[in-house]
C-alpha cells in the first residue's frame, strides 16, 4: 500500500503562484508515474498533469491544455516527492487538488481510473 500526502495548498489571488507537493510511501518510487488531478465542484475530477521517469536524468512530462504554459510539474526520486508549480493561477484554477501514483513507469494515463492509489487532495482557491 502506497499513501501520498499533499500539501501547498491555499488561497492566492488570480494572477498568483502556488507550490504543491506530493510525498510517497512507496519504496520504489521511481517505478510509479506520477499525476496531479483537481476537482472543482459540481464537477468531475479531471487531469491536470503527469510525469515519469525515464532513467538517468530523463524525465517525461504531460499537461492538459488548460494548464499548459501555466503550470510545471517535477518530482525527486531521493526524496519520494512529486511537485506541481502552478503560475499564473486563473479563477478557474480553484479545486481540490489530488496527487495520483501508477504502478507502471512507461504510461503516464490521464485517465483517474488507471491511478493505483490517491492522496486526500489539498484544496486551492484562486480569488478574482
Known amino acids: 500500500q502506497v499513501q501520498l500526502v499533499e500539501s501547498g495548498g491555499g488561497l492566492v489571488q488570480a494572477g498568483g503562484s502556488l507550490r504543491l507537493s506530493c510525498v510517497a510511501s512507496a519504496r520504489t518510487f521511481s517505478t510509479y508515474s506520477m499525476g496531479w488531478f483537481r476537482q472543482a465542484p459540481g464537477k468531475e475530477r479531471e487531469f491536470v498533469a503527469a510525469i515519469r521517469w525515464g532513467g538517468g536524468i530523463t524525465y517525461y512530462a504531460d499537461y492538459a491544455d488548460s494548464v499548459k504554459d501555466r503550470f510545471t510539474v517535477s518530482r525527486d526520486n531521493a526524496e519520494n516527492t512529486v511537485y506541481l508549480q502552478m503560475n499564473r493561477l486563473k479563477p478557474d484554477d480553484t479545486a481540490v487538488y489530488y496527487c495520483?501514483?501508477?504502478?507502471?513507469?512507461?504510461?503516464?494515463?490521464?485517465?483517474?481510473?488507471?491511478?493505483?492509489?490517491w492522496g486526500q487532495g489539498t484544496q486551492v482557491i484562486v480569488s478574482s
Open positions: 495520483a501514483a501508477k504502478r507502471d513507469k512507461a504510461t503516464m494515463p490521464r485517465t483517474a481510473d488507471e491511478y493505483d492509489y
